[in-house]
């Protein structure tokens, strides 16, 4: 497995376990249906979270949540809307990136809550 697919991998595990640790319950890690995917679908006591992960090793000029593009959150949102119809979830749903950086075992995470909402289509006659 390539360097940077074992640290996607560790990043993840690593923000399952910040997760844990913060009282959500993991839903579902890795989520395929289709084209369909979503890194983490964890739920609160009153909401479900999807969680995009972004890891990096470190020394990057940009952040790793600055790779949550406007077509990523148009196919997570998708995605999301996918999933909640094909498990007949009603709960408010929140959008959320944890960004990891640095090596196992010394991640920094940092848990951005309510990253983005979902993009709203307005037509104009």
Do not use: C
């Not at 990523?72 to 999933?83: E, G, L, M, P, Q």
């Amino acid at each position: 497995m390539a360097e940077h697919n074992v640290l996607g991998k560790d990043g993840e595990s690593a923000a399952i376990a910040y997760l844990k640790e913060n009282r959500y319950q993991i839903l579902h890690t890795n989520w395929h249906r289709g084209h369909f995917e979503l890194d983490i679908v964890a739920k609160t006591e009153d909401e479900l979270v999807v969680i995009e992960v972004k890891t990096r090793s470190g020394g990057s000029i940009t952040h790793p949540e600055d790779a949550v593009t406007n077509q990523k959150i148009r196919n997570i949102v998708s995605a999301t809307d996918f999933y909640i119809k094909y498990f007949d979830i009603d709960l408010p749903v929140r959008f959320d990136i944890i960004s990891v950086i640095g090596k196992q075992p010394d991640f920094e995470i940092d848990h951005i809550e309510d990253a983005f909402y979902p993009p709203v289509n307005i037509r104009r006659w």
